[in-house]
């Protein structure tokens, strides 16, 4: 089975601009997560969507905001763009049965200027 | 709340050295425990894991055995390679909540030759 992929790999941004990236899951994992991962604050959960609802949310503003489509692959999309978003955000999926483990992408580099 | 709590780094050890790297979590179910491994530049990639006391998860010549009476799940390896450098994350899944997912902060390896 393929792995989760996340586009694009790296990305620069400026600040006060709005950035989108994209997550698909393995297939069959119906569970997507995202996280935010900074050398300062370590690994943050953002939020999970289950087949398109949201079913956990993380301590983040409402700039930070996802979505899910029907064939499970995900978007988190964060405007108005703050240096402190600068971070490498990484997907996770999972399937709910057995352990529940996550499987992670390889992550997404952002850097605001 | 549910958590993880994992020893603190850096480690740094010499090559063929013994590795333990403790954790402890706070759960008010039964929880999947795992140990996830972070190489420069890449996601989290799932280690190893157990689902249940007394499980041992093992993997690539690292195990780590699920106590229930000192809720514990240490990361153990007999003889540390150089290209074992990297962060390890010791993690939580919940299935009586939600399954809610929690990860420690994580502990970065650097074994020198």
């Known amino acids: 089975k393929a792995g989760v992929t996340q586009t694009p790999r790296y990305l620069i941004k400026t600040r006060g601009q709005q950035v989108t990236l994209s997550c698909s899951p393995i297939?069959?994992?119906?569970?997507v997560s995202w996280y935010q991962q900074t050398p300062g604050q370590g690994l943050q959960f953002l939020f999970e969507y289950f087949s398109e609802t949201q079913r956990n949310k993380g301590n983040f503003p409402g700039r930070f905001s996802g979505r899910q489509f029907s064939n499970s692959r995900s978007e988190m999309n964060v405007s108005t763009l703050e240096l402190g978003d600068s971070a490498l955000y990484l997907c996770a999926s999972r399937a709910l049965t057995g352990a529940y483990e996550q499987y992670f992408g390889p992550g997404t580099r952002l850097t605001v200027t | 709340g549910n958590s993880v709590t994992q020893m603190e780094g850096p480690v740094t050890l010499s090559e063929e050295a013994f590795l333990t790297i403790n954790c402890t979590y706070t759960a008010t179910g039964y929880p999947s425990l795992f140990w996830y491994v972070q190489y420069p530049g890449e996601g989290l990639q799932l280690l190893l894991k157990?689902?249940?006391?007394?499980d041992k998860g093992s993997n690539k010549g690292f195990e780590a055995t699920y106590r229930k009476e000192t809720t514990s799940f240490h990361l153990e390896k007999g003889s540390v390679q150089v290209s074992d450098s990297a962060v390890y994350f010791c993690?939580?899944?919940?299935?009586?909540?939600?399954?809610?997912?929690?990860f420690g902060a994580g502990t970065r390896l650097t074994v020198k030759p």
């Open positions: 297939s069959g994992h119906r569970s």
């Open positions: 157990a689902t249940k006391a007394d």
């Open positions: 993690a939580l899944s919940d299935q009586r909540n939600n399954n809610d997912m929690r």
